[in-house]
Each structure stands twice: as structure tokens, then as C-alpha cells.
């Protein structure tokens, strides 16, 4: 298994700043996953962040809106840009195990955009 | 594209109850398959999984079967206690290009009372 943790773990931010959420893991993966989960709903994946390239985005999200790094194996950001209400959400980061492809969470970043 | 459904919620029940939670998938493999748990203020925890036809994951007195002819994965509990309460996700993940990737259904409240 791996421990994920996420900083911040909640925020209240006003529209049309951004916000920049970071994602620490305890040992190195290849693989690292963005979510996002609105209230009272199911998990979306906004993009896959891979160490040295540039992260792949879901139909829906675009890098201007949700740019991403990863500067190394266990280490990944995202920020949410020029953020309106609607980007209120939790925002989860994941890895995966690749032996049998369960994910791992974090315990997310709680947004709320006034 | 990969899709999951799970029975609408929520679902509430009496301490001691029996539990089933629905839920089929449709995907072009053979994926892995996997109950996370949530619960409250907390984020997703792996409950269960199973990674081929006719494998049981169990967890915690919660079981489910790999159904590859019914393409289904249903969530099953002798007797829930209060401690079970929670939105419960079922999801699917891929073995091939979207490898670690996972699809998840919209969950499914449960909330047992004493």
C-alpha cells in the first residue's frame, strides 16, 4: 500500500484566484492520478500525471484551468486557476498499485469558492 | 468507454440487516474490480477486490463476486452494524492502455441504524 497526503486539506478561496494543492507519496510511483468529486457525487478523473512529461487530461479538463507538475517519483501538484463556485469540489490524488491496478487516496483538499 | 452502475441510493437499514448494493460495469477487457469505502469526512479506503471471473473479495464481513456472465459485482453484508454507514463506490480499472485508471459508479449511501 502506499500513504498519500495532501495539502491543503481545505480551503475557502474567492473566485477568480487559484489555488495550488500538493500530493506527497511515500515511496516512488509511476503513475499519478488527479480526481475531482463535487458534492453528493462520484469521483472524475481530471488527469493522469506522469514524472517527466506532460500530465494527460480527461475529456472535460483542460491544462489552463487544472495545470499540473510532477517533479519527481513521489511529489505532484495541482492548481485550480481562476476558480469560480463551481469549482467547488474535492479534489483527490491518487496512485495506483500496478499488481492488481487498486488505487490508493489521499485524504484530499476540501475547495469551497465564494 | 468503461462504465459502472450501482444501485441508487441511499439505502438505510436496520442494525443486524442484511446488505446488497448493486452493481454492474461494462468494459471492453477483463478489468480488475473494487469496492471503495467512504466515510464520513474521510476519504476513499479500498474495501474489497477482485481480479478475475469468479473470484470472491471480502473484507470486513463484506463480500462480492467477480460475475463475468452478469457482468456484475454486487456488494453483500450478513448483518451490517452502525460502524458500516457510509457512500460506497464500486469501480472497475483497466489492464490495457488505461492501465491504473479507474471508472467509478456514482455510490451508494448507506446508513444503518441501531
Known amino acids: 500500500s502506499a500513504v498519500i497526503s495532501q495539502k491543503p486539506s481545505r480551503d475557502i478561496c474567492q473566485r477568480g484566484t487559484s489555488l495550488t494543492i500538493q500530493c506527497q507519496v511515500d515511496?516512488?510511483?509511476?503513475?499519478m492520478f488527479w480526481y475531482r468529486q463535487q458534492p453528493g457525487q462520484s469521483l472524475t478523473l481530471i488527469a493522469t500525471?506522469?514524472?517527466?512529461?506532460?500530465?494527460?487530461?480527461e475529456s472535460g479538463f483542460v491544462i489552463d484551468k487544472f495545470p499540473i507538475s510532477r517533479p519527481n517519483l513521489t511529489f505532484s501538484t495541482l492548481t485550480v486557476s481562476n476558480m469560480s463556485p463551481e469549482d467547488s469540489s474535492i479534489y483527490l490524488c491518487?496512485?495506483?498499485?500496478?499488481?492488481?491496478?487498486?488505487?490508493?487516496f489521499g485524504p484530499g483538499t476540501r475547495l469551497t469558492v465564494t | 468507454g468503461n462504465s459502472v452502475t450501482q444501485m441508487e441510493g441511499p439505502v438505510t437499514l436496520s442494525e443486524e440487516a442484511f446488505l446488497t448494493i448493486n452493481c454492474t460495469y461494462t468494459?471492453?477487457?477483463?478489468?480488475?474490480l473494487f469496492w471503495y469505502v467512504q466515510y464520513p469526512g474521510e476519504g476513499l479506503q479500498l474495501l474489497l477486490k477482485?481480479?478475475?471471473?469468479?473470484d470472491k473479495g471480502s473484507n470486513k464481513g463484506f463480500e462480492a463476486t467477480y460475475r463475468k456472465e452478469t457482468t456484475s459485482f454486487h456488494l453483500e453484508k450478513g448483518s451490517v452494524q452502525v460502524s458500516d454507514s457510509a457512500v460506497y463506490f464500486c469501480?472497475?480499472?483497466?489492464?490495457?492502455?488505461?492501465?491504473?485508471?479507474?471508472?467509478f459508479g456514482d455510490g451508494t449511501t448507506l446508513t444503518v441504524k441501531p
Open positions: 468494459a471492453t477487457g477483463y478489468p480488475s
Open positions: 491518487s496512485v495506483t498499485n500496478r499488481a492488481a491496478y487498486e488505487q490508493y
Open positions: 469501480a472497475l480499472s483497466d489492464r490495457g492502455t488505461n492501465a491504473g485508471k479507474s471508472t
Open positions: 500525471a506522469n514524472q517527466g512529461s506532460e500530465a494527460t487530461y
Open positions: 515511496s516512488q510511483v509511476t503513475m
Open positions: 477482485a481480479t478475475k471471473a469468479d
